[in-house]
């Protein structure tokens, strides 16, 4: 019933998110920003229009990229700064589930429907996965189940319902990690691998997969150590280690694999061309005359970059294009941004501290031995919870020294669980509303009881508290405060190409 409960809340949270984002687009005049806007090379049908004022506003800043790559393909070189995972699912589900509707709408209409009810059903898969991870590691189902809730209100909302990957992207690493929690990993390696298409950030992962059959492996030896003798116990070591090996081998391999793909397919784009100027439509070339974009063409020198040791077109991207390169993002100019990204910043950072904190044995020993694994307490404190706070620290330091920092929030809150459990635990720790139903206020009677936690149809937290907003702690109008802030600002200036996160 927990799961029936979180995903019925993300259900809302997502009808909601269209309606406002149709009822704000038309409400305010879109900013006329230095973006991505390829021509229309296609006539418009009876319903395009329709489609276009509902669903409009999810499809500007990088979604109209993904639009493009869906309907024709990489054709400019900056282009490739998008995975093809995401692009190819929206075509899929266009060309197949919304083909009956080919007579009323273009490929460019069906696509942005397809982002409309594709990225609301990958949410809510996005949601089972986050809340099945975090009974596993947390082993705390209160936890777990205000965490989810959270998560169903995130900051990063804007992006995981317009034309973004992060909910497909969500969803894959999420669910990968419950996989390999549950060691399935096997399983686990192709949901990362498939994730890994989705976004770049996939090949971070890899170190849960070093990590968590490294634990594995040493809680085998200690069995070993303590129930076999003689020779027999070193064959054990031997092929417990050959196994760790050999998995990590294999699933670095597997997790890596789309992403060398990718940039080979962008090297013979590029580098060793079959296409020339005349095969692309004028107005897609004119485009890229004007903006600078450059296209592929067998009668032209190849670019630069392709005679590098290591020709990857990604990094090349990153760099010419976005500007993305270590500490180049610390100006001046660029203080709103980090001002955007404190919040998250913050989460993550308290996240740390807290856990050394609590477990400063555990973290100086990398979780991998010690008195805090022969008794693990439930909760965010847990000895699993380790390895996710290093993933999040260094999405963190990652994020704020090399990219363009604004991103952060919807970096980490499709990467990482991390700052959705860290917040359910400070709502827990510090909200006494949460504790009992009877408060010392006599106007203020919160609907919700620790016991149905216990029970079969567990009651929202959060929708409990915002009644009382006023009487919560600081600490919960700050975690509230912020989540559903960024939850309706980003709805209201990214769906009208005003600059957000």
Known sequence: MDVKAVVGFATVTRGLSLVLQAVLNAAIPDHDADAFRPPRTEEAMYLDNVVDWLFGGLSHWDA??????????????????????????????????????????????????????????????????????????????????????????????????????????????????????????????????????????????????????????????????????????????????????????????????????????????????????????????????????????ENGPPPLWCMRPLPLLYSHIQDVYWDVGFLRYFELRQIPNFILAMPMATLAIMAAYAYFQANPELCLRLGLWGTALEKPTPGFFNPKVFVYVVHSTVLLIFGTLCMHVQVLTRFMASSSPVPFWISAHLLLLNEPLLHRRKTSNPNVQLQTDPKNYCKHTPQNPILALLPHFKACSPTTQSILGYFLSYWILGLALHCNFLPWT
């Open 64 to 297: 109209e990229h993904f639009l493009f790559i869906a309907e024709k393909g990489y054709l400019y070189e900056h282009n490739f700064a998008f995975f093809p995972l995401f692009p190819i699912v929206l075509r899929g589900f266009a060309e197949i589930l919304l083909w009956p509707l080919s007579s009323w709408l273009s490929v460019r209409g069906r696509l942005l429907l397809a982002v409309a009810l594709g990225n609301s059903a990958l949410f809510l898969l996005s949601v089972i996965a986050f809340y099945a991870l975090s009974r596993a590691v947390l082993q705390d189902r209160r936890l777990a189940l205000l965490s989810s809730f959270l998560y169903c209100s995130t900051p990063a909302n804007v992006f995981m319902t317009a034309g973004y990957s992060e909910s497909l992207f969500a969803a894959l690493t999420f669910g990968g990690l419950f996989l390999l929690e549950k060691g399935f990993t096997l399983r686990a390696c192709l949901a990362l691998s498939i994730a890994t298409a989705a976004r770049s950030n996939g090949l971070v992962n890899i170190g849960f997969l070093l990590y968590l059959p490294s634990l594995h492996a040493i809680s085998l030896i200690r069995v070993y150590r303590a129930t076999t003798k003689g020779h027999s116990k070193v064959l054990h070591y031997i092929w417990v280690i050959l196994r760790l090996l050999l998995t990590s081998l294999f699933g670095t391999a597997v997790i890596a694999l789309p992403f060398c793909a990718f940039q080979y397919y962008g090297y013979r784009t590029f580098c060793t061309p079959s296409t020339s100027l005349e095969q692309i439509h004028p107005a897609l070339l004119s485009l890229g005359e004007r903006r600078g974009y450059r296209v592929p063409d």
